[in-house]
């Protein structure tokens, strides 16, 4: 066998992700209760438009952890970036820190399993290739609760967030450890996402046989500007076509 173990990416990969088009108008609202605040902390009403301040505050933060691959603990990112410019306490921040985070990766980002996730992973088991999960997020919780919502948690032997390592793909430790800890073979693992900057990167960094690329609507965001040095070994517009990569390689040995 040469390919036994496939890591996925989890935002436009595992899921279909967009920016929500609901959200603007509430979005001071809701942070303030998570914060437990008075609402007028983040504007007073007709004042600002507190969602394009985030939005923007948010891409600073952006910039910074693409050229650097450190992901910030969400408290400092909420208290040093995104909420920095607005009069909360610190310790309401520290406090809630989770559930911001959380709240944007989910509400601000609009997340749905795509359908053929479950039937690919059955597949792949049916092979005996081994699944694990590594994920730029800035939540502790998110990937977690949506594999679990998404009735897949029990497929992933191992789930590697960048929020608990510290550092972002396509850093290549966040590879090379998930395999470790998997006791797995980089030679014999493909990695599956929708960026070239950060997938194909990443994985052909650290050293795994092969990359795919599915293209997500935040593809171009996150590869905008990125010299695409590196290609993907295969670009897929449904994961069922791992199967028959994997069958493939697999039959030419």
Known sequence: MRVNTILFDMGGTLEDIRYSEDIGPDIAEKIAGILDIDPSLLCAEGECDFYHILQTQYGVYREFREKTMIEVHPAMVWKDWILKDFPIPVEK????????????????????CKEEVRDVLEELKKRN????????????????????????????????????????????????????????????????????????VGAKGAGLYGAIQIKSEFTGLSDKGHKNEMEPDYIIHNLLKITEIVDGLNQAV
């Open 93 to 112: 921040i520290f406090d809630h820190h989770e559930d911001l985070a959380y709240f944007w990766e989910t509400e601000v980002i609009v997340r749905r």
């Open 129 to 200: 290739i081994r699944l694990g999960i590594i994920s730029n997020t800035g939540s502790f919780t998110q990937v977690h609760k949506s594999i679990e919502k998404y009735g897949i948690k029990d497929f992933f032997e191992y789930v590697a967030l960048s929020s608990s390592y510290g550092i972002r793909k396509p850093h290549g430790f966040l590879f090379r450890d998930v395999l470790n800890r998997m006791g797995c073979d980089a030679a014999r693992t493909i990695y599956v996402g929708d960026t070239i900057s950060r997938d194909v």
